[in-house]
């Protein structure tokens, strides 16, 4: 094998939206209600083998929007995805791969969507604040680990 073989190989194969949805329960009254909603965002990642060293990466992000008396405003939920060629990686690397750097990827672009989807729904926009995914990504593997002790039973 050639030097030029052996190097680490991270790519970007193809970006897309793989999911989105808009939801505004309580409209038109909604567009009435006065006060300042307060706004909610949950993040979850996801990652499959595809192929021989191409992996997809998910990021899903949820808003959802409520005024005072609990009443949804609007709920807007986005799946951004990537197709992502990794190789000549050590195996104990890609799950950081697919659970840090993809996520970084794709953050910018889900934030403009759900800010896109927010404006067209008629509200002002919604300005996600950045985020940091090795700490996401080290949640996760916590979480994981509490719960595995459950299921060796």
């Known amino acids: 094998m050639s030097e030029e073989q052996k190097q680490p190989v991270f790519g970007i194969e193809k970006i897309y939206v793989k999911d989105i949805s808009l939801e505004i329960p309580n409209a038109p009254q909604i567009f009435l209600e006065q006060g300042s909603p307060t706004i ?6 996801n990652a499959q083998q595809l192929d021989e ?22 709920l807007v939920e986005a799946a951004q995805a990537g197709i992502f060629r990794i190789s000549n990686v050590p195996q104990e690397d890609i799950e950081p791969l697919l659970g840090i750097a993809c996520p970084n990827i794709l ?19 919604v300005v996600l604040q950045p985020m940091n995914f090795e700490n996401v990504y080290q949640q996760q593997k916590l979480m994981q680990s509490a719960q595995q002790p459950a299921t060796t039973h």
């Open 40 to 45: 909610s965002v949950e993040v979850h990642t």
């Open 53 to 74: 060293g191409v992996f997809e990466a998910v990021l899903t992000v949820t808003v959802t929007s409520k005024v005072e008396n609990d009443k949804t405003v609007f």
């Open 107 to 125: 953050y910018p672009y889900v934030r403009e969507v759900i800010a896109d989807m927010v404006v067209r729904a008629g509200f002002p926009p």
